[in-house]
C-alpha cells in the first residue's frame, strides 16, 4: 500500500472509530489528524525513606579496595554538594519491580479513566528485572510486562506485552516506540512504565550507592484527533557505544576479599558520564526543537532525567548557551532528585506524575506549554522528545 493511501486510511480508520457512519458518507471531509496524547499518569514512591545520615556508619572503599582519607561526614557532605540528594526511597524487602511498575499502572489507568482492556500495548522499562531482598540476581522470565498484564487482569490476547532495556533512557524510549504504533494505526492507547529497584544492586562500599533510589512511574498515552497538530511533535535518540559504552557497567564489590566475586553490582564511571551528558544532552534536545521549528524560548519546562542535580543544572545552562545564549529561566525545570534520588527509568514519569497532580507547585501541567524531555544513561544512550500539552 502507498503511503498517501496507507495514512488517508489510517484517517478514515479513526474516524470511523469516532464516526461509524464517516465511511457511509462520501461527503464528510477529513479535516483532523491523530496525535498522541499523554491522558494519564501514576506513580508508585516507596514509603521507605533513607536519609543521607544513614550511611555515616558505613565502610567506603575505592575501586582498589582501599579506604578513604576522608571522615564518612565529608563523603556524604561531598555527594549532597555534587548530586543535591539529601534522602532517597528504597522498596520494602517483600517488594518487586513488578509490584511497583503495577501500582504505578493502577494509578496511570485510574488518572486516565479508561478500561485496561483497551489497552493495545504494555511497555515496561527496567534494566535488571524482578529481585529479592539480599540477592542481586535478576528475574526476568517472563518479562515484567506480561506480569504487570497478568496482575491488572487484563484477559485481551491482543494487549502486546513487552519490556525494554535501554538504560535510564528506557522510559521516554518506550513513549517514543507507543508513539510509532499510534502514528502507524497499529494502537489507539499504550500504557508506558518505567521502574526499577536499583537499591537492591548498588555495591554498600561503594560511595555512588548513596546515589540509587528504587520507584516507577507510568503514562497512558492514547491516539486523539484533532485539527492543529499536539501532544509528541517530534524526538529524538542516539547511542554511543564504540566509545562509551563501559561508562555503567556490571562489576565485582569493592571489597573484593569480603564478596564473592561472581556477585555483580552497578559500577559507574561518574566524571566520564557527567561530562559525556553535558556534551550530547543539550545537543539532543536542540535536535527535537530544530525539527520541529520551535524555539527554546516556547518552551515552558524541561523534564531531564534525575541522575544528578549538579549535572542537570549544568545541561541546562548549555543548552540555553548553545540555543539562546540567554540565562535560564526561573522555575523551568522540575526537580525530585533532592528528596527521591535517582531511580533510572523512573526518574522523569514519576516527576511527570507529580507534577500532574500538582504535588510539585509552582510546578504546573498547563495546557498549551511545550515541554521537553530528556535522558542519558548506560550504553551510553541519549533520547530526547518535544510535547504540547493539549
Not at 488517508?8 to 483532523?32: G, R
Not at 561530562?275 to 519546562?301: M, R
Not at 525530585?336 to 506524575?353: H, Q
Request: aromatic fraction near 8%.
Amino acid at each position: 500500500m502507498k503511503l498517501a493511501s496507507f495514512l488517508q486510511f489510517k484517517t478514515l480508520y479513526f474516524a470511523a472509530f469516532l464516526k461509524p457512519d464517516v465511511l457511509c458518507d462520501s461527503t464528510y471531509e477529513i479535516s483532523f489528524m491523530i496525535n498522541s496524547i499523554i491522558t494519564g499518569t501514576g506513580s508508585c514512591i516507596p514509603e521507605k525513606v533513607v536519609r543521607n545520615e544513614a550511611f555515616l556508619t558505613r565502610t567506603f572503599l575505592n575501586a582498589k579496595g582501599e579506604t578513604f582519607t576522608q571522615s564518612n561526614q565529608e563523603i556524604v557532605d561531598k555527594l549532597r554538594e555534587i548530586s543535591t540528594i539529601e534522602e532517597r526511597r528504597h522498596a520494602g524487602p517483600e517488594q518487586s519491580t513488578t509490584d511497583l511498575a503495577f501500582i504505578a499502572a493502577q494509578h496511570a489507568i485510574e488518572s486516565a479513566g479508561i478500561d485496561a482492556e483497551t489497552l493495545d500495548y504494555i511497555i515496561v522499562a527496567h534494566n535488571l528485572g524482578d529481585s529479592r531482598e539480599g540477592h542481586t540476581q535478576s528475574d526476568l522470565i517472563p518479562s515484567l510486562a506480561a506480569r504487570v498484564k497478568q496482575r491488572l487482569g487484563i484477559r485481551n490476547p491482543f494487549a502486546v506485552a513487552y519490556d525494554v532495556l535501554f538504560g535510564c533512557p528506557g522510559w521516554l524510549q518506550g513513549l517514543i516506540q507507543a508513539h510509532y504504533y499510534i502514528q502507524s494505526g497499529d494502537a489507539k492507547r499504550v500504557l508506558v512504565i518505567g521502574a526499577e529497584i536499583l537499591s537492591r544492586f548498588s555495591d554498600p562500599y561503594d560511595r555512588d550507592s548513596m546515589l540509587y533510589a528504587d520507584g516507577a512511574g507510568a503514562v497512558i498515552l492514547e491516539a486523539t484527533p484533532s485539527d492543529v497538530r499536539t501532544g509528541i511533535l517530534s524526538h529524538a535518540a542516539r547511542t554511543d557505544a564504540a566509545l562509551y559504552s563501559k561508562m555503567l557497567t556490571m562489576g565485582p564489590s569493592f571489597a573484593r576479599e569480603d564478596s564473592d566475586s561472581t556477585t555483580m553490582f552497578l559500577k559507574m564511571n561518574g566524571h566520564r558520564l557527567y561530562q559525556y551528558a553535558l556534551t550530547h544532552v543539550p545537543e539532543a534536545i536542540k535536535l527535537v526543537l530544530d525539527k520541529a521549528q520551535v524555539p527554546l524560548s516556547s518552551i515552558s519546562k524541561v523534564y531531564i532525567h534525575q541522575a544528578n542535580g549538579k549535572m542537570d543544572d549544568a545541561i541546562l545552562a548549555r543548552l540555553y548557551a548553545i540555543c539562546d545564549d540567554t540565562p535560564v529561566p526561573e522555575n523551568i525545570m522540575p526537580m525530585s532528585i533532592s528528596k527521591l534520588g535517582n531511580s533510572s527509568v523512573a526518574t522523569i514519569p514519576t516527576l511527570l506524575d507529580l507534577v500532574w497532580k500538582q504535588k510539585m507547585l509552582p510546578h504546573q501541567w498547563e495546557s498549551g506549554s511545550k515541554v521537553i524531555f530528556a535522558s542519558v544513561g548506560a550504553g551510553m544512550s541519549i533520547n530526547a522528545m518535544l510535547y504540547q500539552i493539549p
